[in-house]
Structures are given as structure tokens and as C-alpha cells.
């Protein structure tokens, strides 16, 4: 069976592929798209030197394209701080007495916490919002004021 050089580039890219499902490594979709460039320059009966020139730019170019869009792109906060993960993050909560430790009490989402003090300055009664989640514990800090 002799297979053209479009079809050997059409397997490459379809098994990195299927190797990007497994591993879930997105920059290889990037080397896939080179592989279907150098597919499409060997449909239009370009040599096996522009073909492989075509793989090179298309998927190192995509690949550094995409290297540069993460580098750029803001970090997320980590899970413990991180609303997206974390729905409690930025809830109210009232504390109505601390302790001497910076911990209190409090009951929300119908049962009682342990709060620590994480805010500025010393902890106070009053109304605060949940910053943070470490285990069973949240950490609070002073609501802005209205």
C-alpha cells in the first residue's frame, strides 16, 4: 500500500490528537494544526521540504502564540481564595464576639462556624465577609462600609 504525504500528515495530526484527548495537553492541538498545514501544502503538490516548513511555522507558531496568550493572561487566585471555586467567598457573615485568640463562632448556612480574624487592625463585632477557606474554617475580614 503506498500512502501519499498527505495522508501520512492527516494521521500525524489526527494522532496528536487523540494523544491531546488522552493527556489533555492543549499544546498539542497547536503541533496537530502544523501537521494539517503541511497536510494542505501536500494536497497542493508542494515538496516534502515546504510541507515540513509549512508543520514547522503553522505548529511552532501556534504553539508560541499560545505559550505567550497563558504567560500574559492573569493567574487565578488560589482555590482557597478563590470565589470561582469557593461560592462562600464573599458572603456576610456577623460575628457577634470574639476571642481573645482572633477566633469566633458563627452560624451561617444554617449551622455554626469557626471564624479567624484575617482583616486589618483588631477584630470587632459586626458585620464581615469571608475572605478565604482553610478546611472547616473561614477567614474573615471587615465588611466595607455602605
Given at each position: 500500500?503506498?500512502?501519499?504525504a498527505?495522508?501520512v ?16 495537553t ?25 510541507q515540513l516548513?509549512a ?10 502564540a499560545?505559550?505567550l ?71 474573615v475580614?471587615p465588611?466595607?462600609?455602605?
Open positions: 500500500m503506498d500512502w501519499s498527505s495522508t500528515w492527516w494521521l500525524a495530526a489526527g494522532a496528536l490528537v487523540a494523544a491531546e484527548l488522552a493527556t489533555g492543549f499544546y498539542l492541538l497547536m503541533l496537530a494544526l502544523g501537521c494539517t498545514a503541511a497536510a494542505l501544502a501536500a494536497h497542493l503538490g508542494w515538496g516534502i521540504a515546504p516548513v508543520a514547522a511555522l503553522t505548529g511552532g507558531g501556534a504553539t508560541a499560545w505559550h496568550k497563558r504567560a500574559r493572561s492573569p493567574r487565578s487566585a488560589p482555590a482557597a481564595f478563590n470565589r470561582d471555586v469557593l461560592l462562600d467567598i464573599g458572603e456576610p457573615v456577623r460575628v457577634a464576639q470574639w476571642e481573645s485568640d482572633g477566633t469566633a463562632r458563627v452560624h451561617y448556612r444554617g449551622t455554626s462556624w469557626s471564624v479567624r480574624f484575617t482583616g486589618p487592625g483588631k477584630p470587632a463585632p459586626g458585620e464581615h465577609v469571608i475572605v478565604s477557606m482553610q478546611g472547616n474554617q473561614l477567614s475580614a465588611a466595607a462600609p455602605q
